[in-house]
């Protein structure tokens, strides 16, 4: 499917939205080895408008999964690596004063894109780190007074490496529960990994999207009618019941020091929105919340001191908490 085949209406279908996903997942393919999951958790969280953090060892092909995304999507991609000596103004921009002009012309920074990849945001300093919040927040960014919108689908992907300690700065509390996913990514299987070798062991550089075949097939219109159809999936009020008791018993639990807020019902439920739209149906299931609830909760969560000494672990107990809440029939 092309961009020209996918009809650009003002309202589409939860069958049109599915076969949209299907292309985008047939373009990544052509690129991308495995992370079908990973995949599907930056599609839900696409179209239920959150940002991505993606953890996982370097050489896993998070950036070019990123990059991969944006192409597919026919976004305006942009990239900032983050360093100890990154500034604030060197992602939002600054006014500068143009001495032929005698004015100040705003110089936008590389924060104005739909979709930005902040690589490696953990090596920079919580200053820094926190130039990303209203924009995380409310989609604009303030400059010396003044409010500058960012396109209604500017989505964040972040990445971080899990194996280093020396020169990172740990994320905040506040920016991680800005976040509506923390995703693991992990080794590729051996089948997987001989796939990726086979394909790219005679490429010299960097491969590009565009090298590879990978074709938009979709637009932004198209993305603002996705983000409609997924409004109208329906979640019963039982359904919305039991995401808040799930919430809510991460703040009772005696091995958490820290439990989710409201703000991750209100992020649960719309991703388990998207999740249903993503497969077609207009109501929600007590399986989407299941299957979403280690990726909205896992950055949500501090263990209490008595679990760290213990062992214990977030995945394990986020998993406790889904199998004792219980579900809807």
């Not at 990154?86 to 920074?109: C, E, R």
């Amino acid at each position: 499917m092309t961009e020209s085949e996918v009809p650009n209406l003002a309202e589409m279908s939860l069958a049109e939205v599915a076969g949209l996903a299907d292309a985008i997942r047939g373009q990544i393919a052509k690129a991308v080895v495995g992370q079908a999951e990973t995949l599907d958790h930056l599609l839900i969280a696409l179209m239920a408008r959150g940002h991505v953090l993606l953890e996982g060892p370097p050489g896993t092909a998070k950036t070019f999964l990123a990059q991969c995304f944006a192409a597919t999507l026919g976004l305006d991609f942009g990239r900032i690596q983050f360093t100890p000596d990154l500034m604030p103004g060197d992602i939002l921009g600054s006014n500068l004063f143009n001495f032929q002009t005698s004015q100040f012309t705003l110089t936008h920074g590389p924060i104005f894109c739909d979709l930005l990849l902040a690589d490696e945001i953990n090596r920079t300093p919580p200053k820094t780190q926190a130039a990303l919040l209203e924009a995380m927040q409310e989609r604009r960014v303030t400059l010396d007074g003044s409010a500058h919108a960012l396109p209604a689908h500017f989505t964040v992907v972040a990445t971080q490496n899990p194996i280093e300690s020396q020169g990172v700065y740990p994320l905040p509390e506040a920016q991680l529960d800005r976040f509506l996913f923390k995703l693991l990514v992990g080794y590729p299987s051996l089948e997987e990994e001989c796939r990726i070798v086979a394909r790219y062991g005679e490429n010299r550089g960097a491969p590009r999207p565009a090298d590879l075949g990978i074709e938009a097939v979709t637009s932004a219109e198209q993305l603002e009618a996705v983000t409609r159809a997924v409004a109208g999936v329906t979640l019963a009020d039982s359904v919305t019941d039991y995401i808040v008791r799930l919430v809510r018993a991460t703040r009772e639990s005696p091995d958490l020091s820290n439990g989710a807020s409201p703000r991750a019902a209100v992020l649960l439920a719309g991703a388990a929105r998207a999740r249903a739209a993503l497969d077609g149906r207009d109501y929600v299931v007590p399986d989407d919340v299941k299957a979403l609830a280690g990726s909205v909760l896992r950055h949500r969560l501090l263990l209490s001191p008595a679990a760290e000494i213990e062992g214990k672990q977030v995945e394990q107990l986020v998993e406790q908490l889904v199998e004792q809440t219980e579900a809807p029939r």
